[in-house]
Nanobody
Framework: QLQLVESGGGLVQPGGSLRLSCTASGFTSPYYAIGWFRQAPGAEREGVSCISSSGGSTNYAEFVKGRFTTSRDNAKNTVYLQMNSLKPEDTAVYYC???????????????????WGQGTQVTVSS
């Protein structure tokens, strides 16, 4: 069973940056894509980004393009979400999730993601 643990959340001022990490364990195959999702209070969960198992392919939601970057270090079983130019509307609990597939879900919805982390809170406020 693939297990995921997020870290790196916190409080940041508008315009600031954070880097989230998602560390995987319990799975011997490297062929899993990782998606980042977020859920704000009272809102539905939404897809933020996805990275393929090799790291060679990524896709992003329109509302984070140009500000967020996802990458992975397979030697460390860790995926990152670098978040720059943060806005108050980025405030949410951020989750990483794994799909046992080498390629991403291009629609950035939760279909196919079978393992989820516990989430990490990101708060953007002055």
């Amino acid at each position: 069973q693939l297990q995921l643990v997020e870290s790196g959340g916190g409080l940041v001022q508008p315009g600031g940056s954070l880097r989230l990490s998602c560390t995987a364990s319990g799975f011997t195959s490297p062929y899993y894509a990782i998606g980042w999702f977020r859920q704000a209070p009272g809102a539905e969960r939404e897809g933020v980004s996805c990275i393929s198992s090799s790291g060679g392919s990524t896709n992003y939601a329109e509302f984070v393009k140009g500000r967020f970057t996802t990458s992975r270090d397979n030697a460390k079983n860790t995926v990152y979400l670098q978040m720059n130019s943060l806005k108050p509307e980025d405030t949410a609990v951020y989750y990483c999730a794994a799909m046992i597939s080498p390629s991403c879900n291009t629609r950035l919805n939760s279909v196919g993601f079978s393992s989820w982390g516990q989430g990490t809170q990101v708060t953007v406020s002055s």
